[in-house]
């Protein structure tokens, strides 16, 4: 498999190097709450959920949450902190490959923030096509796509992770026939690593 695999995000998790944890929720989470696109009553899901930070506030603000992540240490940690923060909700955090799992129906959202950028280009493809299969007809894809463009891509060389998520490949990806776009530009935040940003983007799967 190209990229990292199982162990060397589960190594992170243990040990705690997890720079791109922010420590809370995404911001972007809450303004796509106040923009009425994660509506009571959802079923979202979460891939690359990580230490689940927004698994519990989306499980507080009503909706149906799965959490995903490839690394047990990850699953765990998720696990608690939906028991201490927001126990009795319907949320749950699975151990899967996202490149294989699937859902027992389509869902309706899927929130998609590290999960992209944590694959290996390689396989970009075959993750565009499983969001297609989980999202209803309707359903929205939101995601914040990672721009951490390193100087080696003028050698043609593919670092990461997080690997550089660029507007013209997610265009690509994510085309027009199977997925609408929202008119630019698009809403750029902050990573905690300097020059990096992400770009947040609504797509509605068709």
Not at 6 to 26: A, I, K, N
Not at 96 to 111: E, G, S
Not at 118 to 131: E, G, N, S, V
Not at 164 to 176: G, Q, T, V
């Amino acid at each position: 498999m190209a990229g990292p695999d199982r162990q060397f995000w589960q190594q992170r998790f243990e040990s705690g190097q997890t720079p791109w944890d922010r420590g809370g929720p995404h911001p972007q989470l809450q303004a796509w709450r106040d923009a009425g696109l994660m509506p009571t009553g959802s079923h979202v899901l979460v891939p690359g959920c990580g230490r689940g930070h927004e698994l519990t506030v989306l499980a507080r603000a009503g909706l149906t949450v799965t959490g995903l992540d490839y690394a047990p240490a990850a699953v765990e940690q998720a696990r608690e902190r939906l028991q201490a923060e927001a126990p009795g909700l319907n949320a749950s955090v699975q151990q899967a490959d996202v490149l294989n799992w699937q859902p027992q129906a389509p869902v309706d959202l899927v929130y998609e923030q590290t999960c992209l950028c944590a694959l290996h280009p390689d396989h970009w493809r075959a993750y565009a096509d499983q969001l297609q299969r989980w999202i209803r007809p309707g359903g929205r894809l939101l995601a914040l796509f990672m721009q951490a463009r390193r100087d080696s891509v003028e050698q043609g060389r593919i670092e990461g992770p997080p690997y550089h998520c660029d507007i013209h490949a997610m265009r690509a990806l994510f085309p027009e026939p199977l997925w609408a776009w929202p008119a630019p530009p698009y809403g750029a935040l902050a990573h905690p690593r300097a020059g990096w940003f992400e770009l947040a983007v609504a797509l509605v799967r068709r």
